[in-house]
């Protein structure tokens, strides 16, 4: 049980610094791109928001099989 414990607790701070890493890149990405009208964000910025998911999901995913 205390096993467990233990790899929750690095499980939830792996997940953490992955979190803010992720938030990170966003932020850069949404700061160099501009609305286009009502809050819709131009096609370039919505691709790599969509590349930046998919690279945190497989990182997620390589996170959720390190620990179980």
Excluded: H, S
Excluded at 5 to 33: D, G, Q, R, S, Y
């Amino acid at each position: 049980m205390k096993d467990m414990n233990e790899k929750n607790i690095k499980l939830e701070e792996e997940f953490k610094k992955l979190k803010f890493e992720m938030w990170k890149e966003a932020k850069k990405i949404l700061e160099t791109e501009y609305p286009r009208r009502d809050g819709q964000l131009d096609g370039e910025c919505t691709v790599q928001m969509a590349k930046l998911q998919k690279k945190f999901n497989k990182k997620i995913n390589e996170l959720r099989e390190k620990y179980k």
